[in-house]
């Protein structure tokens, strides 16, 4: 993960790349994507499954700072964050793309768009393994990975007819880590709730 961070992460055109340096005239014949321009898709851009997966990578092993950081990073709502950002990116701000164009004078430009495979994903990665919201065998957990100075967030699940109130707080300015798990005032040993469907609504609270 720290040779990711010091090859493929490049904060100046909010990607992360799947390889670097392109392949371009070397004698390396790696496929199809020498096929591509130097910087394009998976030659040296930004693949963006692959991009996802390093952000999932960094929530396993417990960096909630970084992992937030980059999830925000390829969010394509930040390529627009100025009228010069936008006009370098050049596809849809509020879609997931594919890949991102990563050397030179294409560098930060979107490629591939309205990618439903990486743009599920990307949900996966907010909602499971950031937020921390997991159902598993009919069983709902909450395993949070976020930034130390969020002190607090809340989610509403709903299954079938019933609602769960989830609240996380962070007191102690963790990353990651739950200590309590109360459902409806009552604290929960096994930090875990079964999901019923009985048009109940359930107050969870979840102290890291």
């Known amino acids: 993960m720290d040779s990711l961070e010091k090859h493929l992460v490049d904060k100046e055109n909010g990607i992360i790349k799947l390889l670097d340096p392109p392949f371009n005239n070397g004698k390396f014949k790696p496929g199809y994507i020498k096929a591509y321009l130097p910087g ?64 030179e004078n294409l560098a930060g430009r979107g490629g591939w768009s309205w990618y439903t495979g990486s743009s599920s994903w990307f949900y996966k990665a907010g909602i499971e393994n950031i937020l921390g919201l997991k159902i598993d065998k009919m069983y709902l957990k909450v395993e949070p990975c976020i930034p130390s100075d969020w002190k607090e967030f809340s989610i509403k699940y709903r299954y079938k007819t019933s609602i769960y109130n989830v609240k996380v707080k962070n007191p102690n300015s963790k990353q990651t880590g739950v200590e309590k798990f109360i459902l409806n005032g009552k604290e929960i040993e096994e930090k875990q709730v079964r999901l019923v469907d009985n048009g109940s609504i359930n107050e969870i609270k979840i102290i890291m």
């Open 40 to 103: 394009v898709r998976e030659n040296g851009g930004q693949y963006t499954h692959a991009a996802i997966w390093a952000i999932i990578a960094l929530t396993k092993l417990g960096f909630g700072d970084k992992a937030t950081e980059y999830f925000r990073m390829i969010n394509p709502i930040e390529h627009s964050r100025t009228r010069e950002a936008a006009i370098k990116y050049k596809i849809e701000p509020y879609v997931i793309a594919g890949d991102v164009y990563g050397a």
